[in-house]
Each structure stands twice: as structure tokens, then as C-alpha cells.
């Protein structure tokens, strides 16, 4: 009798301090084991979180349908949660709204400042009625860009060296011909006048970070990427591009301990990077290990809009961070994110500052979670990240929804399904 006390007693104990034991997280398994049955992707990995840390999180389906991707001749992996994915727009805000955030912490970037001011992008910027955009213009999409560059930067018209090549390499011989067209490209709308999504507004950010970077000292020439800065001279504004992504790395993924994150991955972690598109028109490959998105393969693999690749535990660091920061936190404070994740007017688009939110954006993947008070976004290869303030719920999916083509669109559904299935399981707890 004693025993069956003490036995009880210890369920009881186990029950209250395991409180996450409680939650029953296979729905959420069979969403995303039968939208791979259903070939919305091959491979995925999931993260749920909360106060109490990881809920939830597993790796499910494979790289490919079947063939063995490239840099895996011999096997179709297994999808972990060590695999590695082209994050695509989700570098918008994990990577240049990072950034952007600990400068204006700082009090280093006015949001408001036109860009044509010289400790921004300057006179050269001053053509086509750019002379009012802001960076509060560029992070809520309402510069009056169109939404791609045009001619797109992979374009034979658009004339980048290397695209004359079959197979062209992920090279940085474009940097002066981008750098001279997004100095010369027109507007579509008049700038504030509407909100288009546009990858010019976060490859024109990721400029201004860089010049910060720079002209604050925060980062120096010796630390530029190698094949970013060669045959470039120091004082040289093409190298903007080089000293963004020496910021973001050494300000944003490794102050976050994020070890598996950034541009370029090396050629070493390319067996473990989830493979992309069979590209038959401009680099001739699956990719697996090079950036999907064709501009910012053009510009070397470094851009504000695309090009950061990572793991989903990775990505929890960063969004684990946004969501329970204090106040003191130098590195990004909860004034900042608030700042950052709060709708800007609800009436005119669903954006906050980088961050979209799940307050009827077009871009919806946060399904029931909560509307305005959820800051999100996606990513074309197919990833989601939503922070759920009100629930502090984290939902973080990574899929490889491209391979082996784009036209693939079921993942939009998956997304939100997974999302208000998650929402459900949580509040019912
Ligand atoms: C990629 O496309 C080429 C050309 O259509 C085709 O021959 C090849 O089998 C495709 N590879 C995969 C893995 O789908
Ligand atoms: C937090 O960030 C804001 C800007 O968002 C800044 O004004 C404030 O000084 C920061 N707080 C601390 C304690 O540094």
C-alpha cells in the first residue's frame, strides 16, 4: 500500500513540472504526413513553442519524391530538424528586419529620413521621384517599386556576366550593374500611394544597412566575405552588399547562436541542405546548396530579399528571442519589436515594419491564430513563421515545396490548415 502511494505521488509530480506531456500534438503529425502523401512537398520540419519552451518538433517526409537530389547520389535523406532550407523571403525579416531593428534601436536609422539624404543612399538615388521614399516606405512596401526588378537581374536582357553561361556560378561580377540600376529604377505608383510587395524595397534596405554598418564601424573591411569584396575597392558603395552580410553575421546569427544560418552556405553542409527547383531555363541544376531565387543568385547570393538558408532550431533562437525579449536586451529590445510588429494602418495593407502580420494579409499562413497581434511571413520555397503575441505561440514551418517545381501551390493550404490546428490543440489544453 505504501508503494502504490508513493507511486501516485510520483505520476502527480511528473504530471505537474512535464506540463507540455499534456499536450496531444499527433494531429499536427498527420497534417503534415499526409500533405506530403499528397505531394504539397517532399520534406518538412515543424517547431512549436511557447513560454514553457518546445512543444513540438520533427522532421517528416524526404528531400526528393524518390531520385536521389544531387549532393546525395547515393540516398534520398531523410527531412530532419538538422536539415537545412533556402529560406527565401523568410530573409526579409529574419535577416534585413534584424538588422534594421538594432539600428534604429540605437538611434543610428530615423525610419523617416528620406533615402536621397548623403548618410543614406545620397544624390545618386535622387531620379525617377525617388526623392521621398523612406525606409519606413521600403519595410512597408509603399516605396511605389514595382514587385520585381525588370529586367530581372537572371535576365539575358539585364546582361549580368555570368548569364551568358550555361551553367553560370554563384558569382558577385554583377555588383556594379545592380548597384547602378537600383539607383536608376523607376517607380510604378507614386511613393505612400499603395502597398505592392516588392523584393527592390528589401534589396534597397539591405544598401542602407550595409552604409551603417560600415559608417558606424561596425564592420570593417577584413571582415567582408572574400568573394563578396574581390576586384572592389574599399571606399567602394558596391560593397554595401558585403558589409550587410558581414552585419547580419556577426551581429544577428552568431550574437543568437545560430550556427547553421547564413548566406552561401558552404560547400560542406550542402548534402544537408533540402534540395529546390529543377531549374531548366537558367542554371540548368536542382539546386541543393545555392540560393533558389534568381536575382539574388545573380548578385552572388547575397541579398535583403533572399539568400539566408538555416535549420528550424535556428530559427526558433531568433523567434524565441522577438517574442520574450525585456527591455534592457541590447540586442533587440520589446520596445523595438513592438515597434516593429504592430500593423501600421489596417485599412490601407496588412503590414507591420518588415514583418507582415495575420490581420488579412494576402500572404496568409498564420491561419486562427490571432489577427492583428500575430506577426508573420513567408517565404517562396515555402517556410512560415508566425509569433503569436496574445498566445506567446510560436509556429515555425519549413518546407521544400519547390522541388521539383514551383508551380506547386498546395503548401498555401497546409500552412494555415497547420497553423489553426495548432491554434486548437493549444487553447483546448
Ligand atoms: C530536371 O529536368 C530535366 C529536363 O526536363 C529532366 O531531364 C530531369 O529528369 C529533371 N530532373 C529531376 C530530378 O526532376
Ligand atoms: C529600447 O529600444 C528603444 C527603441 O525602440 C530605445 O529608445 C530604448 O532606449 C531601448 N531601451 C533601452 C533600455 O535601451
Known sequence: MLKFQYCFLAILLFCCFVNSTNYDWSPVDKILQEAIDDKAFPGCTVLIASEEGILHESGYGHFTYGVPPPQNPNTNPKTELSTIFDLASLSKVVSTTSCVMQFYQRGELDLHMPLIDSSLLGPEFDNNDKNKITSWNLLTHTAGF?????????????????????????????????????????????????????????????????????????????????DCAVGNKE????????????????????????????????????????????D?????????????????????????????????????????????TT?????????????????????FSSRALGWDTNYNSIYTACGSLSKKETYCHT??????????RVRKLIVILLTNRVYPTRKNLKVLAVRNKLATQVQQIFDNN
Not at 242 to 268: D, I, L
Not at 312 to 324: S, V
Not at 379 to 388: A, E, I, P, Q, V
Open 379 to 388: 517565404g517562396f520555397t515555402g517556410g512560415s513563421l508566425c509569433n503569436d
Open 280 to 324: 531548366t531555363w537558367y542554371r540548368h541544376e536542382v539546386l541543393q546548396g545555392h540560393v533558389h531565387d534568381e536575382n539574388c543568385y545573380a548578385y552572388g547570393g547575397i541579398s535583403g530579399h533572399a539568400g539566408v538558408f538555416s535549420k528550424i532550431e535556428d530559427l526558433y533562437l531568433l523567434m524565441n528571442k522577438l517574442m520574450f
Open 235 to 278: 571606399d567602394s558603395k558596391e560593397l554595401y552588399q558585403c558589409y550587410y552580410e558581414a552585419y547580419a553575421r556577426n551581429y544577428v546569427f552568431q550574437k543568437m547562436k545560430m550556427s547553421e544560418t547564413g548566406f552561401r552556405p558552404p560547400k560542406a553542409l550542402w548534402n544537408r541542405c533540402a534540395p529546390c527547383e529543377n
Open 146 to 226: 514595382p514587385p520585381d526588378p525588370d529586367p530581372l537581374y537572371d535576365s539575358k536582357d539585364f546582361g549580368c556576366p555570368a548569364t551568358s553561361q550555361y551553367t553560370p556560378p554563384e558569382e558577385f561580377t554583377c555588383q556594379s550593374k545592380i548597384w547602378d540600376s537600383l539607383m536608376k529604377q523607376t517607380l510604378q505608383y507614386k511613393t505612400g500611394e499603395k502597398f505592392v510587395y516588392s523584393d527592390l524595397s528589401m534589396i534597397t534596405m539591405m544598401q542602407i544597412v550595409g552604409k551603417l554598418a560600415k559608417d558606424y564601424g561596425y564592420i570593417t573591411y577584413d571582415q567582408l566575405m572574400g
Open 327 to 347: 527591455e534592457n536586451d541590447p540586442f533587440i529590445n520589446s520596445t523595438t519589436v513592438k515597434h516593429f510588429v504592430t500593423i501600421q494602418d489596417a485599412a
